[in-house]
């Protein structure tokens, strides 16, 4: 038993060896990450990311696309010599000003939709790492509850091996 282990129970020392490394490793990472979810948290809910997406999701509804089309027919039609309201003709075909505005338009919309990814994407980080920690505080608990309980962890872990060979051997089948 190394150093590090001696004030460890016993079924800490199980966990620790899960990896085949005897370093202490997997007890102490709940600790570093106290208050760190809640900063990660807070960085998403900045005003900037939640314009981005509130303006990415109008862009993909159909009042965006409808919007779109009487504007492209109002400017058409006004500009192909409809005198609508009074309006003079200011952007003769091939639409040239209409070109370039619809183009800016898609360059901001493309990046505020990438914003919005990149949340999203944080967002899913953050969920998985939640996920691993909450994995690894059960597995912790697990491992207590059954040393307590005075159950074998080599023959469980070679139970829990054996399900997992036998369900993706279950799946490469399947294809």
């Not at 800490?12 to 060896?17: S, V």
């Not at 990896?19 to 900063?39: I, N, Y």
Request: one cysteine or more.
């Amino acid at each position: 038993m190394s150093q590090a282990q001696q004030g460890a129970c016993e079924a800490c020392r199980n966990i620790d060896l899960a990896d085949e490394l005897e370093d202490r490793r997997l007890s102490p990472t709940f600790a570093s990450r106290v208050g760190h979810e809640k900063t990660l948290f807070r960085a998403l809910h900045r005003a900037q990311t939640r314009v981005a997406d509130r303006i990415t999701a109008f862009s993909g509804s159909m009042t965006f696309v409808y919007l779109h089309v009487a504007w492209f027919a109002f400017w058409i039609a006004i500009n192909e010599g409809l005198h609508l309201l009074g309006l003079p003709r200011f952007d003769p075909f091939p639409f040239g000003l209409l070109t370039m505005i619809v183009s800016l338009e898609a360059i901001f919309l493309g990046t505020f939709v990438l914003i919005s990814q990149n949340r999203q994407s944080q967002r899913a980080d953050i969920r998985s790492q939640l996920d691993f920690e909450n994995n690894v505080r059960s597995e912790v608990w697990a491992v207590h509850i059954g040393h307590a309980l005075g159950i074998d962890p080599d023959h469980v872990e070679k139970t829990v091996r054996s399900a997992i060979e036998g369900y993706l051997k279950e799946e490469a089948e399947r294809e």
